[in-house]
Each structure stands twice: as structure tokens, then as C-alpha cells.
């Protein structure tokens, strides 16, 4: 007979709970006697275990009484609280056994850990997912800001000229001088906003881009010329 595979926090049951419990306690038990001194690491991570295990049973035990199930279908947040605590202590429960996953009477379809509490929160998951990649991808193809170096030193000294998307429009940019942004080509000078109140965002990509290099490789020269290169 095959195991139907556990996918999903609502579909653990109570003889789920019961059968990974007594694989895990049956192994803990009959490795303790043989092997194990008194007050040796072994003998003591052995012991905490076998406080563990029985600890997430009971906590697992306690969400399938009646009480609790019929308080949760007729309350959505206690529903809600009631299968998170599920999902929770069953993966801890799991990720304890999954120690013993290669030895034999290990069920691989059904002690598994569940990372969504049903079949809509998954889809959720998804939907979500699928935005998430959708905006990384928009964002990765698409480089809001440029920084172009400029002459550190001398009288012309910038530093850098940045190059920047209007955050309202993609196809509109400025140029601004330093890395302060604090004024910025406005065509035929350099200009602070904050005094003229003109928008910076005056020219498309490509021109932005060929301007700051413009200023850039002149500053550069005129530097050059004056320490007499």
C-alpha cells in the first residue's frame, strides 16, 4: 500500500503524530540502555530528546481535541492560530526524526516537513512569488541612476557626475554635478533647483548620459591644462 504524500499543515493527523513519536522514542530508548554512561554528552542529549519528542506530541495532541478543532471552524483567527501552531511543532517534530530519514520504517512520504498550511496558501505563496519576480526582473532591466568619475583634484574638482531617473518618469533625467546632487545642468549652466525652483529632469537617457560624459572628459582636459600637461 502506498502513502499518500503529506503536502500540507491541514492534513497532518493525529496518527501521524503518533507514528513519527513512537519511531523516534522507540530508537532513543533502545540506544540509551547499551551504549550510554550516566552524565556523558551522549546520555544527555539522548535524555533531552526524550523530553522533546513527547513535548511536541502533547502540543499536537491538544490541537486535534474536539474543543479545540470546533473552536476553530467557527472562529477564523482561532483557525488560523490553531494551524500555525500545527505547521510549527510538526516541522520541529520532523526536523528531530528526519535524523533517522535512511533508516528502514521511516516513512519519506509523510514525515516531511510542510511549508504552507493549505492548498490557498500556497497559491498565495505564488501569486505573490511571481510579483516578486516580475519587479526584480523590471528593476534588474532597468538602472535608475549612473555615476560618471570626474576630476578629484584641482579647481575643477567633482569627484562624479550623476546621472539620474526622474522617479515619476521613466524616460525623463538629470545630470547633477558631485555626489550631493546639489545642482544640475540645466542646458547651458549649472543650476541649484532649490534657488530656481526648475525641475532638474530635463533630457532623455541617452542625452543625459552623453552630457555627464561631456563634462567629465572637459573638466578633465581643462584640470590638465592648467597644471600644464
Not at 12 to 21: E, F, G, L, M, S
Not at 30 to 38: Q, S
Not at 86 to 114: H, M, P, Y
Not at 163 to 177: G, I, L
Request: glycine share 8%.
Amino acid at each position: 500500500m502506498t502513502t499518500k504524500p503529506l503536502r500540507y499543515a491541514v492534513d497532518v493527523t493525529p496518527h501521524d503524530v503518533d507514528a513519527i513519536t513512537r519511531f523516534v522514542m522507540d530508537r532513543l530508548i533502545h540506544h540509551r540502555r547499551p551504549t550510554l554512561e550516566v552524565g556523558t554528552e551522549g546520555y544527555r542529549t539522548n535524555a533531552a530528546l526524550r523530553t522533546v519528542v513527547p513535548g511536541f506530541a502533547g502540543s499536537l495532541g491538544y490541537e486535534f481535541r474536539d474543543e479545540v478543532v470546533a473552536e476553530a471552524q467557527a472562529d477564523d483567527l482561532k483557525g488560523l492560530e490553531r494551524i500555525q501552531k500545527i505547521s510549527g511543532t510538526w516541522n520541529d517534530l520532523v526536523a528531530v526524526a528526519s535524523q533517522w530519514q535512511d533508516v528502514e520504517g521511516f516513512d519519506t512520504a509523510r514525515w516531511c516537513k510542510v511549508p504552507f498550511y493549505h492548498a490557498q496558501d500556497e497559491e498565495d505563496f505564488r501569486q505573490w512569488e511571481e510579483k516578486e519576480k516580475a519587479s526584480a526582473a523590471e528593476t534588474a532591466a532597468f538602472v535608475s541612476e549612473y555615476r560618471i568619475p570626474g576630476p578629484r583634484n584641482g579647481p575643477q574638482a567633482v569627484g562624479e557626475f550623476i546621472v539620474v531617473r526622474d522617479p515619476d518618469n521613466a524616460d525623463r533625467w538629470a545630470v547633477f554635478e558631485g555626489s550631493s546632487q546639489g545642482r544640475h545642468w540645466d542646458g547651458t549652466a549649472w543650476q541649484h533647483a532649490r534657488f530656481t525652483g526648475a525641475g532638474p529632469y530635463l533630457f532623455g537617457r541617452a542625452t543625459a548620459l552623453a552630457t555627464a560624459h561631456q563634462h567629465a572628459g572637459r573638466d578633465v582636459a581643462d584640470r590638465e591644462t592648467s597644471q600644464g600637461r
